[in-house]
Structure formats: structure tokens, C-alpha cells
């Protein structure tokens, strides 16, 4: 059984909460549901689960890869509570839930020391959440 280090344990948990709220800095400052706390605390609990998962079963791929899953299932209900019907047609809130779920995906990779997903996966969420003006200045040139 591997044993971590605190610091290690404290880089993995810090870098989990620090991806999670600057994510959730653009949904907080868009007006969404899900701001910098709530995003936060979803991958810090993904990134626990991870070092708990790898802390608990060392090098048992099967163990960590059930952990993995059920935190991508779980996440998956929190997600799908951010997205709203509305009575006019439409849906609120898919692009809420993707951060959720990337945010998740995110805190896993950084519980598990996976840095360089953690820093190509947290700079293509941003460009992506950032990108929304030039999706309605396209929109609407060429939209109908």
C-alpha cells in the first residue's frame, strides 16, 4: 500500500479545490447555478475519493477504476439537477452541468497526480467556458 506524503496529499487536494473554483468563477460570474464553492467542493470530494481509493487499494487498477466510476455516476445526478425544462421550449443549464461533470473528471486526475490532464483538461474548460461570446456573435451572423 502506497503511503503519501502530506504534501503530496495537500497538492493533490489543493490543486483540486484551486481548478474547481476558478472554473466555477465563470459560472458564478455568468449567474449560474453553480459558483466557485459548490464547483469546488465537487472536486475536492472527487480528488478525496481518488487518493482514498489509490491510499486504500495501492496499486489495485480494478478497486480505483470502481471508485472512479461511481463518482462519475454520482456526479452525473448532481449535474442533471442544474438543468431546467423551460415552459417556453428549451433546456438551462447543460453547460453547467458539463463543468460539473468536468470538474469532477478534473478532481479525480488531480487526486490520482495525473498533472498534465490536470493542466490540459483545466485550460481547454476555461477556453471553452470563455469562448460563449464568440458562440453568439456566430449565432448570430449566421444562425437563422
Known amino acids: 500500500m502506497p503511503r503519501l506524503a502530506l504534501i503530496d496529499i495537500l497538492l493533490r487536494l489543493g490543486v483540486a479545490v484551486l481548478l474547481g473554483a476558478v472554473l466555477g468563477l465563470d459560472r458564478e460570474l455568468k449567474g449560474k447555478p453553480a459558483g466557485p464553492r459548490t464547483l469546488a467542493l465537487v472536486s475536492l470530494g472527487s480528488a478525496v475519493l481518488a487518493v482514498v481509493a489509490i491510499y486504500g487499494t495501492g496499486t489495485n487498477i480494478d478497486a480505483v477504476s470502481r471508485v472512479i466510476q461511481g463518482v462519475i455516476t ?26 460539473v461533470w468536468l470538474v469532477a ?40
Open 105 to 144: 473528471a478534473l478532481g479525480i486526475a488531480s487526486g490520482l497526480a495525473y498533472w498534465p490532464i490536470v493542466i490540459v483538461g483545466t485550460a481547454f474548460g476555461l477556453l471553452l467556458l470563455v469562448l460563449a461570446p464568440a458562440e453568439r456573435w456566430i449565432e448570430r451572423k449566421f444562425g437563422e
Open 74 to 99: 454520482g456526479i452525473g445526478f448532481l449535474g442533471a439537477g442544474t438543468i431546467l425544462h423551460r415552459s417556453e421550449g428549451g433546456v438551462r443549464g447543460l453547460t453547467t452541468a458539463a463543468t
